[in-house]
């Protein structure tokens, strides 16, 4: 196979941070939980592709890390004596994104994924060093485009559109073709026997074409639920990954259950979509929904937390342990359950808005939408804080952002420091009693009509890109009658539970239901599915953490 010896592009400063040198007594630590083995020189130690790892520590010689694809091996980095592999996948168990070769002769100390997770959690200096380490490596694949994963696509298609936010919500590098601007995309193309008509095509490690992919072959094909067993009956089982979610992952998984996080899509919920969060407490200068999400679900799985990517469609409560079936069919046995399942942003009420959506509406604005519009005029629909964080966010890079809200302003629905700088971007006009009546284009959206409420003057604009960010829906209709639910479809809970709903539901123990409890015993709601909750990330992630208290007390009944 040809070379080609490239490696990351990094400064010196850069190269120490993502790969620090151990110390001798560093590396004895190491193999007092591993175990010191020799390798040859052209050993391969372990191959794309593959799951569960071990991590090295170089004792002496030399590895490489290298990307095949098609003939030719690309050079990523290269480990000396005192670095050691790995990277955030190495915390799963997930396939591994690169192969690893010995390139001189020695020794190293291998780690398997229970050592390493051990040393994580009983050594703190080398869980600091490991935990920077390989969250700036992922984050350093992700900006170079580094990985198992090519997408060829067009800026221009809802599904290519669809592909990249999931890869990007999910942490996973890719390299991203423009059918339309990458010169070498027919070669490609050519060498892998797929047509240009075909695209969005997804290829994994080098091997597996998929063409336009749902989410679940694309979940396959990067191996994400390889390392789950379907057979265990666990602790906890979290039905979602947004903060609240995340934040019962993080403090079960800390304090020594097994759980596991089922998630439909990617990590974060709608907070995940935010572009800035700036009111949550300890993050001054503030922080992104999916950078949030990624760091807590890193460190849910730095305590053993498991994540499986799949939808729930179907709660058996008829029996214990409880059952949650799965949209493949497969089911999960658990003692206890968190539903954090959280809501969906309402939908505009026209005929034709699905046809547009991804090619001009989207409910995000991430840094992948506001690759679409910079330089143009957007709308933001919507007066809550997502709405408002969004608005700041687009006005950076584009031409004008018209904020539309059906009521009289924001005071009453958005945080004052978002309303003061809404108020303080020349390019944000914020338009009352205003709502879209038309949407109108071709293969993408081109013109938007709106109409002032309270004076009936309708307006159309040359406008090719609509965030909308409207009220919430609740995730439940899965949960097929098994808990109590408001007028509205949101889970009730703890002290808002009436003796009728306990009555209804059989409550079979002789005691109330904990805070946070539904109807049915030992399964708990919080975030923004639960009856009356706090549409804030602090208030879902103390949810989070006050209902595993309460779980504790459940598995000793």
């Known amino acids: 196979m040809n070379e080609m010896r490239r490696g990351l592009p990094l400064t010196r400063a850069r190269v120490e941070q993502i790969f620090p040198k151990l110390t001798p007594s560093q590396i004895d630590r190491f193999a007092a939980r591993g175990r010191v083995r020799t390798i040859d020189d052209g050993e391969v130690l372990y191959e794309q592709g593959q799951s569960g790892a071990p991590l090295y520590v170089v004792v002496s010689g030399e590895l490489e890390v290298v990307r095949p ?10 480990y000396e004596t005192g670095q050691f592999t790995g990277e955030v996948g190495t915390l799963s168990g997930r396939p591994t994104l690169f192969r690893v070769r010995a390139s001189k002769p020695g020794k190293v100390v291998e780690l398997d994924r229970q050592q390493i997770l051990a040393l994580l959690q009983g050594d703190d200096e080398i869980g600091q060093i490991l935990m920077r380490a390989f969250i700036l490596r992922r984050a350093e694949l992700i900006a170079s485009g580094v990985g198992d994963v090519v997408l060829v696509g067009s800026t221009e298609s809802a599904d290519t559109l669809r592909i990249k936010e999931f890869l990007m919500r ?30 969005p095509i997804m290829i994994c490690r080098g091997e597996i074409v998929l063409r336009n992919p749902s989410r679940q072959q694309i979940v396959d094909c990067l191996g994400i639920n390889e390392s789950i067993d379907s057979t265990q009956v666990w602790d906890l089982v979290i039905i979602g990954s947004g903060p609240s979610g995340l934040a019962a992952a993080v403090y079960g998984s800390s304090e020594g259950l097994d759980v596991l996080v089922l998630e439909s899509s990617s990590p974060g919920g709608q907070a995940g979509s935010s572009s800035r969060i700036e009111n949550y407490l300890g993050f001054p200068n503030g922080i992104s929904g999916q950078e949030l999400a990624a760091r807590a679900y890193l460190q849910a799985q730095k305590f053993g937390a498991h994540q499986l990517l799949a939808k729930a469609t179907r709660l058996l409560c ?32 026209l005929e034709n808005l699905k046809r547009f959506e991804g090619v001009g509406v989207y409910y ?19 007066g809550g804080n997502a709405a408002g964080q969004a608005a700041v966010f687009l006005a950076r890079t584009t031409k004008r952002v018209h904020m539309l809200v059906r009521s009289s302003g924001l005071t009453e629905t958005m945080s004052r420091y978002l309303v003061r700088r809404i108020e303080e971007t020349a390019t944000i006009t914020l338009h009352p009693y205003t709502e879209i009546i038309d949407l109108q284009g071709g293969n993408h959206l081109e013109s938007v009509q709106w109409r002032d409420s309270k004076t009936g003057r309708t307006e159309k604009k040359e406008i090719r890109h609509l965030f909308v960010m409207t009220g919430a829906n609740p995730n439940t209709t899965w949960l097929n009658g098994c808990v109590s639910l408001d007028r509205e479809g949101f889970i009730k809970s703890g002290p808002d539970l009436s003796p009728e709903n306990l009555s209804e539901a059989h409550w079979p123990i002789n005691r109330q239901p904990y805070l946070l409890e539904t109807s049915l015993p030992g399964v708990f709601a919080i975030g923004d599915v639960r009856s009356g909750s706090i549409k804030r990330v602090a208030s879902a992630v103390g949810e989070g953490s006050i209902a595993i208290s309460f779980i504790h007390k459940v598995l000793q009944e």
């Open 318 to 349: 008829d029996r214990k342990p409880y059952t949650i079936e799965l949209e493949n069919g497969s089911r999960i046995s658990t003692r206890c359950v968190v539903i954090a399942s959280g809501a969906q942003y309402r939908k505009l009420p």
């Open 170 to 199: 999910n942490g996973q590098p890719y390299n991203f073709i423009d059918l339309e601007r990458d010169p070498d995309v027919q070669n490609l193309l050519d060498s892998f026997h797929v047509a240009a008509s075909e695209v």
């Open 364 to 382: 995000g604005a991430t840094f992948v939408e506001v690759q679409l519009c910079g330089g143009e005029e957007v709308i933001v629909v919507g």
């Open 69 to 78: 694809l098609l003939s030719v091996e690309t050079l990523v980095t290269v």
